[in-house]
């Protein structure tokens, strides 16, 4: 799980240089957001070892629960930095127009 968790914090900065200075700051705010999930699960994988073991499932699966939003969040915030989603929606107009007209 710790690997994994590591991985998003990967993907997670090679989007932010991939984005780098044209950062709107809905993708600041997600990406911040990535961040802050990042650093809780791998904050709740170390406590782990703390726990006791009769609880150490319900923390596990606590902890999964956790890494699987974060995963979503960091699926989000990949998917903002696609060249896709930079298509400046004036020359979606036009082709809209265009297929119309035909």
Not at 4 to 17: E, F, G, P
Not at 44 to 59: G, H, P, Y
Not at 76 to 85: H, I, V, Y
């Amino acid at each position: 799980m710790r690997r994994k968790t590591q991985n998003l914090a990967a993907r997670c900065r090679s989007t932010h240089k991939q984005i780098g200075n044209g950062m709107t700051p809905s993708q600041d705010s997600l990406g911040r957001e990535c961040d802050s999930a990042i650093t809780s699960v791998l904050g709740r994988i170390a406590a782990l070892d703390t726990v006791s073991r009769a609880n150490r499932k319900a923390a596990a699966d606590s902890v999964r629960a956790e890494y699987e939003r974060a995963k979503l969040m960091v699926r989000t915030f990949t998917r903002t930095g696609l060249p896709s989603d930079t298509i400046p929606e004036d020359s979606l107009d036009k082709e809209i127009k265009k297929l119309i007209s035909e």
